[in-house]
């Protein structure tokens, strides 16, 4: 599990590792902690797993996705399961997750396409549906328009409700 | 235009970065460029915000509580109400989604109390209803997202 340590490094890391020759011995700077302990831990978290995924994180939008479409299904619990791997196995899907439904919204299965436009993503949706038989079910596309705000999970000591001042 | 190089560094190490002291060099070994050559590459991929960041994906929850949020605010006030949103520390993705739920965010914070003490703020702030829909299950295992690059 996450010590204090971990989560000092997990937090700082949310920032990105700096671009420049020693990048760990430099996050271990911030940290008090050495370059090889940063190495260690990190190795270590990504062997529990609780790493998922440790690279260039790129932006979609800006190297010609133009089309994110957000997917909402209502299937039987008892299937989610299944359907969610299948859904996941699919290069294109870049998100699976299993939400509750509310009184409005009877879904409760989601995944998210990037593609370059509509017609691309429309057409692998019509893919998923029947590949993994998911054509019976209701469902909604949500096309993305604005991007308000977009960054990486930031995690914070500070348990007051705050506001960035954006100047 | 993004050179071949861009194109690999976006492309081929969007997991397993190297984990060593010099990972720039090791790239630029597997690349048969200098370490020089992939700091500059990668300063102009950030500059050019084709990168958000050299960084982790965390699987959800394991560093605090999470939760997407969907509202359905009016046209004539939405990107007021969406520009109050964003404003909180709390807040990321926020984006305008095609439906009559047209906002949609995701808000992390420390523990489930603190979560609900911002959902609660943002219903006083902006006067409209939020729709939380947390996490119960991810069934998806991030590889990265191949990205067709030839027009690029």
């Known amino acids: 599990m996450l010590d204090a340590r971990d989560r000092q490094l997990l937090e700082r890391m949310q920032i990105g590792l700096p671009v420049c020759p020693r990048p760990y011995a430099e996050i271990g700077h911030f940290l008090a902690m050495s370059e090889a302990e940063v190495l260690e831990r990190l190795t270590h978290l990504k062997q529990q797993g609780l790493i998922k995924r440790m690279g260039v994180i790129v932006k979609h939008h800006q190297l010609g996705y133009r089309a994110n479409a957000m997917i909402v299904w209502n299937v039987p619990d008892t299937l989610i399961k299944q359907l969610g791997a299948r859904i996941s196995q699919f290069t294109f899907v870049t998100l699976c997750y299993q939400r509750p439904p509310h009184s409005q919204w009877p879904y409760n299965l989601y995944c998210m396409i990037h593609g370059k436009n509509k017609a691309t993503v429309l057409a692998q949706l019509d893919q998923l549906n029947t590949d993994c038989n998911l054509g019976e079910f209701n469902q909604e596309v949500l096309f993305s328009r604005r991007c308000f705000k977009q960054r990486g999970a930031l995690y914070s000591s500070n348990t007051d409700v705050s506001r960035e001042d954006h100047g | ?152």
């Open chain 2, 1 to 152: 235009m993004l050179k071949p190089l861009h194109k690999h560094l976006l492309n081929d190490f969007q997991r397993d970065f190297p984990l060593c002291s010099r990972p720039y060099q090791d790239i630029a070994h597997q690349l048969g460029v200098s370490e020089e050559d992939v700091l500059l590459a990668l300063t102009e991929l950030n500059n050019n915000n084709f990168i958000s960041r050299i960084g982790l994906i965390i699987p959800p929850n394991q560093l605090g509580v999470s939760t997407l949020v969907a509202m359905a605010i009016p046209e004539y006030d939405l990107e007021s109400v969406a520009v109050k949103i964003s404003a909180y520390s709390e807040v990321n993705h926020n984006y305008e989604r095609e439906h009559t739920f047209n906002l949609w965010f995701v808000a992390v914070a420390n523990n489930t109390e603190h979560l609900q003490a911002v959902l609660e703020h943002i219903e006083q702030d902006t006067g409209y209803k939020t729709m939380s829909v947390p996490l119960l299950d991810d069934f998806f295992i991030d590889l990265g997202f191949q990205l067709d690059l030839q027009n690029a």
